[in-house]
């Protein structure tokens, strides 16, 4: 049956999603970087792998910059570990690699080829893993199976999988059966995941669960940023800082009039905006969007500051540290696709707001739950929260404990992954 299915997607799957890639980078600038930056690809993997001269190679694969956060203390906990062994890392989106290729503890940083088969042939003869470590839920089939019939153990960490998702569909179900049994182990981030895997009636790969490692990511980074001190002490004394990281112009749309309301009442009220993609064109359309009533600057200008009320950030890479200052976050998405990573304003005792699509995150959903998040359907809801964590001190901190303890109490996913690690290595 697996012949079945890899006849299949190699030539009808693969074919029509080639062909619908070349489209959509016509309308599409991402998707355009992405066919671009493969270009030469194996032609450039011939002369980087000569970077690659341990006797054990371990292939990471996310597939983009969020999912390799996860990967990341993983890695970092491997180099302390082990002396003789080379870190692979690739990526599907432009966006992961774009902003991860000068990760200094990876030997080797690449795009992964588009999943066919002859691709994935030549991409693991250059980079010959040891073992394959997939990040989540990026699961190429025709590399898979490649590595299967090389016989290279192949994980899944961070897994995770819903009830309800689609790959459980009919039509979907044999599919993932043939796809999921080709590997090792899957390490899942809680038991509904692993019961949801297990739907598949899977005979090959373990499945345990482990946790996120996530969580350990953001701890380690808070630590680093708490030695970072980007702005003046002096300049937030009696503020209260509400740091918003990663809006769209959907959440935007709701914050800026809820702040307005609550600066008229509050002068000592400051928000630290962090757009998700902070282009001349967003900074631009967000400096006209808050001459109304508000006063900004950017903060590459906060040596000029005048007490404005805004300040907006116009650079990249420095949101963890932010969040260090505010009093209450927001984190962005969660109008418009999906949240981001709710887990990086927690990790410093924060409540923290967010909109309705949140449902992606399961740590958006259980901070929620335990009283440490709270989920805004429009602008009212917005100020009406915003206001009483700014004015209600008791309220704050017993929400800001709420998030601290969801994160220490799921630190050590990954310890655990490396256990499963180990016995490879």
């Known amino acids: 049956m697996q012949q079945f299915w890899f006849f299949i997607y190699n030539i009808i799957v693969i074919p029509v999603f080639g062909a619908l890639l070349q489209v959509a980078s016509l309308f599409n600038k991402k998707i355009r970087r992405g066919l671009n930056g493969r270009k030469g690809l194996f032609e450039r993997l011939e002369q980087d792998v000569k970077k690659l001269t341990a006797s054990r190679r371990l292939w990471f694969h996310s597939s983009s910059m969020g999912e390799f956060e996860q990967a990341k203390p993983i890695i970092a906990a491997l180099r302390k570990q082990y002396d003789d062994l080379d870190i692979i890392v690739s990526f599907f989106s432009p966006s992961g690699y774009e902003h991860s290729k000068n990760y200094k503890l990876a030997t080797l940083i690449t795009y992964i080829p588009f999943d066919k088969a002859s691709y994935a042939r030549r991409f693991l003869d250059l980079i010959q893993p040891t073992a394959a470590i997939m990040v989540r839920y990026d699961v190429w089939p025709n590399h898979v199976w490649e590595l299967q019939r090389r016989n290279v153990p192949t994980f899944i960490a961070n897994a995770t999988l819903r009830k309800n998702s689609k790959r459980h569909s009919i039509f979907f179900r044999n599919f993932h059966h043939y796809l999921y049994d080709t590997l090792t182990a899957i390490l899942t981030v809680s038991r509904q995941d692993a019961e949801a895997l297990q739907r598949f009636h899977l005979t090959h790969p373990e499945i345990h669960v482990i946790g996120e490692t996530r969580y350990d990511q953001v701890w380690q980074r808070s630590e680093e940023a708490r030695t970072k001190h980007l702005i003046p ?6 503020k209260k800082v509400f740091v918003v990281g990663s809006s769209w112009e959907e959440d935007e749309e709701v914050l800026l009039p809820a702040f307005r309301r609550i600066a008229q009442h509050d002068s000592n009220a400051l928000m630290i905006l962090v757009p998700h993609e902070p282009t001349l064109e967003t900074l631009d359309n967000l400096e006209r969007a808050l001459e109304y009533k508000l006063r900004s600057i950017r903060f ?126």
């Open 300 to 425: 590459s200008d906060l040596n000029d500051y005048t007490d404005e009320n805004v300040v907006l950030v116009d650079s990249i890479g420095i949101l963890t540290s932010l969040y260090q200052y505010a009093h209450v976050a927001y984190v962005g998405g969660s109008f418009k696709q999906g949240i981001h990573n709710v887990l990086e304003p927690a990790v410093y005792g924060l409540p923290v707001l967010y909109g309705p699509k949140h449902r992606n995150s399961q740590e958006a959903i259980e901070l929620a739950h335990r009283g440490g998040g709270f989920v805004v359907q429009n602008q009212d809801e917005c100020y009406t929260h915003l206001r009483r964590l700014f004015n209600d001190k008791k309220a704050r901190v017993r929400a800001g404990n709420e998030s601290l303890a969801l994160v220490k109490e799921n630190i050590g996913a990954t310890e655990r992954f490396i256990e499963y690690l180990a016995k490879v290595l």
């Open 233 to 238: 002490a002096a300049m937030l004394r009696r």
